[in-house]
């Protein structure tokens, strides 16, 4: 009988740190999965949605101010945190900034098929020579205009492309973009690349916004096979500071 019993115990030990292994291995292997990439770190933010401070002359208590934020944007690009780094010098006008940043939206950051947070800084000038809903700028781009004139185009804007932009935008000089994008054959903008920059990232960012939300219409030409492939097209916009509505 107690031969019997050992024998038992002996066949019993070998299952039951075996198990006790896989447990341990199974948990090592749960420790694994569960390592996060870092946020991605960025001195440029790209915005899909760019920040729109809402202040006047009176805010800016008779001089020109200028402040930074430090911004933190979760994987789907919502602002999550917003911080001032450099401030303006008045409280509330830092605060009309941070308002206007948590209401924006960041384009998320790609590592291979893996969106990441970003942390990142943007910069704001609020000068005092214009006020900023006193002075709107319209998308009057070169081909807009031509095709407003019923002139012959290449291509036509099903409705304007609507941007959000003032003449404290410019930074004190008159300025000129020149784009091309890609459309597919439903007319829909994909890609937009600026071949000659304004000099202001920020406002290039704009452009590029504006007209990734456009549609377009084309002359369908068999030359073109328009139906079957998507084409390139090209226009530009300038901006000068005496003309703002």
Not at 163 to 178: C, G, P, V, Y
Request: proline share 3%.
């Amino acid at each position: 009988m107690k031969q019997l019993i050992c024998f038992s115990l002996i066949l019993s030990f070998p299952f039951v740190h075996s198990h006790s292994a896989e447990k341990a291995s199974t948990s090592q292997l749960a420790v694994q999965k569960s390592t996060a990439l870092p946020a991605h770190l960025t001195t440029r933010i790209q915005w899909t949605t760019f920040p729109q401070p809402q202040y006047n002359h009176d805010d800016l208590k008779g001089q020109n101010r200028a402040a930074i934020l430090r911004i933190y944007a979760d994987e789907t690009g919502k602002i999550t945190q917003a911080s001032v780094q450099e401030s303006t010098g008045l409280k509330n006008l830092d605060e009309v900034l941070l308002q206007a940043v948590r209401q924006a939206h960041v384009q998320p950051y790609k590592v291979e098929d893996t969106t990441l947070p970003i942390i990142g800084y943007q910069t704001f000038s609020l000068n005092l020579e214009q006020d900023p809903s006193e002075c709107n700028y319209s998308f009057n781009s070169k081909n807009w205009m031509a095709q407003q004139q019923q002139q012959k185009v290449k291509f036509s804007y099903k409705t304007q492309p609507q941007l959000e932009l003032n003449r404290d935008d410019l930074n004190q000089h008159d300025r000129k973009i020149k784009f091309n994008f890609k459309v597919d054959k439903h007319g829909a903008v994909k890609k937009v690349k600026i071949n000659q920059g304004s000099g202001i990232y920020a406002l290039d960012q704009n452009i590029v916004q504006a007209i990734s939300k456009s549609q377009i219409t084309v002359k369908r030409t068999a030359s073109t096979l328009w139906l079957y492939k998507k084409s390139s097209f090209k226009d530009e916009i300038q901006f000068k500071l005496n003309q703002c509505s």
